[in-house]
Structures are given as structure tokens and as C-alpha cells.
């Protein structure tokens, strides 16, 4: 890839991820790998940068009334391959979920210059957020979303650089309880037990719900993800469980139905946490402008709607157009072979930097007439 591509040298733009893989930022330990990114972001092209009161670093080009938001995350899961570069192979937790999107963030919106005779301080603001606990709770991303109101957002998470996420499954966070003051299992199996059957009855209720023909987005799954218990003395159990709702699906309707389920067992239920899933349309203008800028870069546009869940379904909550965009191969997220190609990665910010210029000229456009080629609409 020429240096030209981007106002960056490639040893500059590679560096800038290789440092935040080898940094360790597991979820609530972001603190390093947040200072970091900080102090870089200036030589990046980024005017001002800093630190929010919930920790998530955030970042701005230009001062206009529309924004364009890159919410990004910099936390990671534990674990993951040592970090090390293999010719142009970078290996290390967080190369794909999610520092690699992030520092092609980094890149694109740094180097943003949409050619209109109108400065992009004058009309427009490119704003960067590297969010902390998205791994967790996604209390960087819950502190951003009321305050805030973007005219566009790109969510960094690993697509590709010719897919575009335009959809992720939501989800229902129960947890099942139950305790008694001590018995013996002769007479009374106990609440280890009913915790445990409660559970499968919930995921067999799930299972059943499911059809495998169906996209993966418009199909529920369930998962155990935590569990503990105590038969000696006051006997108690708990098992927690994670749903993923299919597009469509209620969290408050699914919620009931499955506690009544548990409920049967004698268990108390818990509705911890839930969210809905979230699906954009195929002609949101974003992701027109991301489908032309990899068409442009020569590779073939994929459109991808995924089972997990991700703070683009907070994000939803903008009702702004959006997407989710980054390098990287997804199924390699939160394993012991996660590793991104820099390659991919600067291409994937050279084609992330091309669509949000088409988006900003295309919007222009539209709203005030100014008959600039309208590319990113086509």
C-alpha cells in the first residue's frame, strides 16, 4: 500500500496498532492503553483529545453543528495469543475485537478532508470515542449515548474491510437463584439442583424457538455463563444465563416467559440486563457510502447482520444513520488465534476515510442543493 493513500507513513499507522495490542487493557484496566492513545491522537491529525469522566478517551476535527461519531472500543476479554508482529501478521488480544477497528479509526478520522469548498470546521465535526467497558457493562458507551446526538455513526468492530455490519441479535441477561436453610438430598434435592433443572428448562424453551433455516439474526440462542453452588450447610445454587433475542423479539415478553418457566422449579429470576436487537436498512446513507468506497477499493461489498451484540444496539438509540465497520475477521474475536493482517488494516481505514467523505458531500448535497456528484448515494 502506497504512503500516499493516507496523510500518515505506514511505520507511523502501523506502530499505532501494534502499541495498543501490546498495551493490556482487559476490561476495567483500560487506564495504559487509554493514556496512550491520548497523547497519540494529535499526531494523527486530531485537535483536541482527552478523557471523558467515565474514562472513554474522546477526540474531535472541526467545530460544525453535523457530527460524525466513531465509537470504537479499547477494552478487551482476558487471554489471548502473546503479542507479536509475523511479517505483516500482528497476533495479540484485541487485534481484531476491537483495537484493530479502532486505530483504523484513528487513521480515517484523521485524515477526513471531504474536497467542498467548505472547511470541516465550518459545517461539520468528526468526533472519536474509544469507549471502555464494552466487553462489560458498556459504561463508556451508556455515559456517550445521552449525551451526544450525532448526525451519523460508524461502531468499530470487526467486519472485514468488505463487510459492513448493518445488524447484531440483542439479549437477555437472567440469573436464576435458590437457597434453604439445609437438608438432606434424600429427602430434598435441594436448590443446586432446581437451579440447574430451571436452567434447562429455559435453554430447551429457547432451543425450541429456533429454526435454523432463518438468518442467524432472527434466530434466538442460550447459553450458561456463570454457575455456583452450595450443598454443605445452607444449601444454595445460582446459575446465570445469557439469551440472545432474534430481531423483533420483546426482552420485556421474553423475560416473563422464560421466568415463569424457571419459576416452576421454586427458583427466584432476575432479569439482570437486556437489550433489543438492532437491524439498519440496506439503503441507510452510511452504509450506501461504505458499499461504494469497497467497491471503489476494488473488493466486493458484503452486508452482514451478526449474532452477537455490540454497542451499535445502544447506539440505536441515536436513530441516526449507521453502521459498523473494522478490520478484521470475526470469528477469530476473543480466541487464541486472534490476529489481523496490517494490511487489511490500513486499507480498511483508507476505505473507512473515502466513505465518510462521500457521506458528508452526499449529505451536503441532498440537504442544500449544491449539486456536487452525489457518488455515495448511487
Known sequence: MSETILPFTLEAARELLVRLVEIPSVTGGEDEACEYLAGALSS?????????????????????????????????VPGGP??????????????????????????????????????????????LVAAVGEEG????????IPRRDPTACVVGEPSGTEGITVGYRGYLRLR?????????RSGDAGPVTACLLAAADVLGQVERSENSSKPVIERPSGA??????????????????????????????WARELSGSAEKRGVHVEVVS?????????????VRALRVAVRDAGLTPRLLAKGGTADFN??????CPMAAYGPGDSKLDHTSEERVDLNEYLKAAFILKNALENFIIAYDSRLEGRGYPLRACL
Open 44 to 76: 494523527f491529525g486530531w485537535e483536541r483529545a482527552g478523557r471523558d469522566e467515565a474514562g472513554n478517551v474522546t477526540a474531535s476535527r472541526g467545530s460544525g453543528e453535523r457530527e460524525i461519531l466513531l465509537l470504537g472500543h479499547i477494552d478487551t
Open 82 to 127: 502473546l503479542c507479536r508482529v509475523e511479517g505483516d501478521v500482528l497476533w495479540g488480544r484485541g487485534s481484531v475485537d476491537a483495537k484493530g477497528p479502532l486505530a483504523a479509526f484513528v487513521l480515517a478520522g484523521g485524515a477526513v478532508a471531504p474536497p467542498i469548498p467548505v472547511a470541516l470546521s465550518d459545517e461539520w465535526k468528526i468526533t
Open 137 to 144: 457493562d458498556s459504561r463508556g458507551a451508556r455515559y456517550v
Open 176 to 184: 436464576l437463584s435458590a437457597r434453604d436453610g439445609g437438608a438432606h
Open 224 to 253: 450458561v455463563i456463570a454457575m455456583w453452588g452450595q450443598e454443605e450447610g445452607e444449601r444454595a445454587g445460582l446459575v446465570d444465563i445469557d439469551v440472545r433475542l432474534p430481531l423483533g423479539a420483546d426482552p420485556g415478553a
Open 274 to 286: 437486556s437489550m433489543p436487537a438492532h437491524l439498519v436498512k440496506k439503503d441507510d446513507p452510511l
Open 314 to 319: 445502544l447506539a440505536a438509540a441515536w436513530d
